[in-house]
């Protein structure tokens, strides 16, 4: 796997509907080519305390921003063709296909891989397999954790070392 799209959501509440904001690293031949980021209007559309003091995000910060279906219009043509990598993709793989059932949007069946998972079974010793651990343990330094793009590039560079795609 030298091609594929490292995707993070953010969400604003407890439903994985919620997705707050978006950020998307496209891998091609093993090298990062492209970078996206965006914001997105929740549905539904509401903040808990814990979600944003994960994230930092607010009410303020997504109540201008685009609906789930416009973000997805610009993600769609980069990553098309490419399976999906998630550190957890169980929580970002979810996030996925609820939205676009909320959007009544036909959900393509993308392929998803997993960084947490592998990493489990390629790195051993480490004291846990979250994201900022893992990512440092293969020499990135994630200084914006939950940051859906800083996230989305951190399980690029895990993905580019337990799927040995160099």
Known sequence: MKDFAAIDFETANEQRTSVCSVGVVIVRDG????????????EPEYYTYWNTRVHGLTMADTENAPLFPT??????SRIEGLPLVAHNKGFDEN??????????????????????????????????YQLHTVAARCGYELEQHHHALADAEACAQIALMVFDVR
């Not at 090298?31 to 929740?42: A, F, G, K, T």
């Open 71 to 76: 973000v997805w219009q610009e993600i769609a």
């Open 31 to 42: 090298e990062i080519v492209d970078r996206y980021y965006s914001l997105i209007r929740p």
């Open 95 to 128: 996030c996925l296909k609820a939205v676009f059932r909320t959007y009544s949007m036909d959900y393509p069946d993308y392929d998803f891989y997993c960084t947490l998972q592998t990493s489990r079974r390629v790195i051993k010793g480490l004291p846990n």
